[in-house]
């Protein structure tokens, strides 16, 4: 959590004139960084994404707790980098899924002040599932989202893990990797639900796309962004002969990849060794990181 607390600092510092940009804002937790967990832990506390509300609180989640019972975590801070104890419990939502540990990556602030947070939770400890729920503005869950504040989409019989919400149409997409059973190769997926959490059965095959391109390689979907013509674009890794090469997917609107793109909607680039994490689109190119 300090890498993520001190990215809040390098950001505030762009505001605060006085101090040279990209120094540490001392006036963020009295040092410009801080570390917080809601649970008592000798394992991990960690952050995937955040999100600054326009009154310029923070908002991030990520995964807290123990080993064998980590949950999916949303916290809210002040403009000071403190905890806003006003929101959820003492300052944070924290979700433990009772099949095993529990998985945040992204988050999206909606128009009304929601939140959908999406990730992955055990229905037992060898099979993560595709999951989203949304919060209200105070930290509480929604339950009118889906089943119980929940979106869930069981891909596949092992490990399910989505990493990227996107909004489009009226419609939200999850993003990210589908295991194939036996733990040896993954694949990208996506799979599409209304704004209510019910899932739209005519995205891709019954509401879930899955794929890799035409090698069998083992292909992690990371990031992904709307491109023209409402076109996905995923990026990632694809893990060959015990080497990382990075991956970009394209995907229609409707979940169907595009198969003359790279091979079978997968390109692999292999002539350097890399990772995607992240990608955004400009408006005339695709941005990797």
């Excluded at 000798?42 to 123990?66: E, I, R, W």
């Excluded at 990730?119 to 599932?129: F, K, Q, V």
């Excluded at 589908?178 to 005519?202: E, H, I, W």
């Excluded at 890799?212 to 990026?235: H, L």
Aim: glycine share 10%.
């Amino acid at each position: 959590m300090k890498i993520l607390l001190t990215t809040f600092a390098f950001l505030l510092t762009t505001f605060a004139f006085s101090q040279a940009p990209g120094s540490l804002d001392p006036s963020f937790a009295t040092t410009g960084f801080a570390s917080y967990g809601p649970v008592a832990s000798n394992f991990m506390d960690n952050a995937q994404d955040v999100v600054v509300l326009p009154n310029g609180k923070m908002v991030y989640c990520g995964t807290s707790g123990l080993t064998s019972s980590l949950g999916m975590v949303v916290v809210r801070l002040n403009c000071n980098g403190t905890i806003d104890n006003t929101f959820g419990t003492n300052g944070y939502y924290l979700y433990n899924a009772p099949g095993g540990s529990s998985f945040a990556y992204d988050m999206e602030l909606l128009p009304n002040g929601q939140f959908l947070v999406a990730g992955a939770t055990s229905i037992t400890a060898a099979n993560p599932r595709f999951s989203m729920f949304r919060l209200n503005s105070d930290g509480t869950l929604d339950q009118t989202f889906g089943v119980n504040g929940f979106f869930h989409n069981d891909i596949g019989s092992s490990e399910d893990y989505a990493r990227k919400i996107l909004i489009q149409n009226n419609k939200i997409i999850l993003v990210g990797s589908s295991k194939v059973p036996g733990f040896s190769t993954n694949r990208l997926a996506l799979t599409q639900c209304d704004m209510n959490g019910q899932l739209d059965a005519t995205f891709g095959t019954a509401g879930t796309t899955v794929f890799q391109n035409a090698t069998g390689a083992s292909c992690f979907g990371q990031s992904a962004v709307i491109g023209n013509n409402q076109d996905i674009f995923i990026c990632g890794d694809a893990y060959i002969n015990n080497i990382y090469y990075p991956l970009l997917a394209k995907v229609s609107s409707n979940g169907i990849p595009y198969t003359a793109f790279g091979s079978n909607g997968v390109l692999i680039p292999m002539n350097f060794n890399a990772r995607f994490f992240d990608i955004e689109y400009d408006g005339t190119k695709l941005i990797m990181a």
